[in-house]
């Protein structure tokens, strides 16, 4: 069985769809502004195909890394994908999954300018493991995630990127920037809400 960091948003749940039938979801509440929305779209999807998934909340954890910083339109923490890797890691090898699934997409790694070697450097904690870290969109866009999952007849809509974690995406952040270009890009009507 394969594990799925699962974060609600358009390419961990183009993943949920494309390997429902291997995969448990595992949702990780780090203290991100969006955790409550991400949350509640990880949960539709997953009742929706009977799948399973995991919660683990930890919500002081990006508290600690941003308190006394101000107001912070981004994400608590920068470098999260070390933290949520390791995690869902850790979690696979003491549950007896043979694969972790991480479903980041290749405009992403534009954001972190270090997530290649950091990716790298979780590949060898997961050989040490002896479990399998996967990433099988790192290569494709956004835009090609939107049209699999047109194709796959997801409720997108029903996905969650913004930053902010308002019931309706921002439509500024640069998450939700990302968001409407893919949509763009794809030529798929968005019918995302958007409060700008």
Do not use: W
């Amino acid at each position: 069985m394969k594990l799925l960091l699962y974060s609600g948003g358009i390419n961990s749940t183009v993943a949920l769809y494309r390997f429902k039938d291997i995969v448990d979801c595992l949702f990780i509440d780090y203290g991100q502004r969006s955790a409550r929305m991400q949350r509640e779209m990880a949960k539709y999807h997953c009742e929706k195909l009977g799948k399973k998934l995991i919660e683990i909340h930890i919500p002081s954890l990006g508290k600690a890394f941003y308190d006394g910083l101000g107001m912070r339109l981004n994400e608590p923490i920068v470098h999260r994908n070390v933290i949520l890797l390791s995690i869902a890691l850790t979690y696979a090898k003491e549950r007896k999954y043979d694969e972790v699934i991480f479903a980041t997409a290749s405009e992403e790694c534009l954001f972190e300018k270090d997530k290649p070697l950091i990716i790298s450097t979780m590949k060898r904690l997961a050989e040490i493991y002896g479990v399998k870290l996967s990433m099988p969109f790192v290569n494709l866009s956004k835009s090609l995630l939107v049209k699999m999952g047109v194709k796959q007849g997801i409720e997108l809509e029903k996905t969650y990127s913004c930053l902010l974690g308002h019931k309706y995406h921002c439509g500024v952040c640069s998450q939700c920037q990302t968001r409407k270009i893919a949509f763009k890009e794809a030529g798929v009507r968005d019918e995302t809400v958007y409060l700008r």
